[in-house]
T-cell receptor, first 113, second 114 residues
Framework: ELKVEQNPLFLSMQEGKNYTIYCNYS?????LYWYRQDPGKSLESLFV?????AVKQEGRLMASLDTKARLSTLHITAAVHDLSATYFC?????????????FGTGTRLTIIP | DAEITQSPRHKITETGRQVTLACHQT?????MFWYRQDLGHGLRLIHY???????NKGEVSDGYSVSRSNTEDLPLTLESAASSQTSVYFC?????????????FGPGTRLLVL
């Protein structure tokens, strides 16, 4: 059974600081997704990482994937209040063409002015 | 614009009642999924479908059923609602585009079982 673990579960950080959210998973997979969820809202896709060494960046967020270490990171640079949300990673464990995602428990990020 | 909708958005029911949550997508996606979201558990997969007449059990399928009679809809039925099924339910759909298969989520249904 695929296990996906995120840490930290809760993160409170000051504006302007940098931090990293970690996503570890228990089986081989080369497709990993990051989603954002605002309070009371649905999930919004942020990044799709499709191969070892993949790196994607959007604004102050950068995601990377190391399939050998079974680790993905979401790095936040110079945090701003608008980035406050819960971030989920999800791993596809059925391979190409038949997606079935297992989600981490999420990291609730709060940016303090 | 294509979208995915869920109804109702909020539902209060009593223990033992049958409840059906609707999910409708206009992207013509083959793949559809139902998740429940609870504090401390993230999203857990209930049932999923890869096409018409195809349904599969997910991680937490006990007490739930789905049917797929057309591409657009995947209704989720709670056969006999239990308090443990109080949760927020999300429907999602996806389609393979090249190597990428991103899931698009509906707005969610908040269900309270009393």
């Amino acid at each position: 059974e695929l296990k996906v673990e995120q840490n930290p579960l809760f993160l409170s950080m000051q504006e302007g600081k940098n931090y990293t959210i970690y996503c570890n998973y228990s089986t081989t997979s080369d497709r990993l997704y990051w989603y954002r969820q605002d309070p009371g809202k649905s999930l919004e896709s942020l990044f799709v990482l499709l191969s070892n060494g993949a790196v994607k960046q959007e604004g102050r967020l950068m995601a990377s994937l190391d399939t050998k270490a079974r680790l993905s990171t979401l790095h936040i640079t110079a945090a701003v209040h608008d980035l406050s949300a819960t971030y989920f990673c999800a791993v596809d464990d059925l391979g190409f063409g038949n997606e079935k995602l297992t989600f981490g428990t999420g990291t609730r990020l709060t940016i303090i002015p | 614009d294509a979208e995915i909708t869920q109804s109702p958005r909020h539902k209060i029911t009593e223990t033992g009642r049958q409840v059906t949550l609707a999910c409708h997508q206009t992207w013509n996606h083959n793949n559809m999924f139902w998740y429940r979201q609870d504090l401390g558990h993230g999203l857990r997969l209930i049932h999923y479908s890869y096409g018409v007449q195809d349904t599969n059990k997910g991680e937490v399928s006990d007490g739930y059923s789905v049917s797929r009679s057309n591409t657009e809809d995947l209704p989720l039925t709670l056969e006999s609602a239990a308090s443990s099924q109080t949760s927020v339910y999300f429907c999602a759909s996806s389609e393979l585009q090249g190597l990428q298969e991103t899931q698009y989520f509906g707005p969610g249904t908040r269900l309270l079982v009393l």
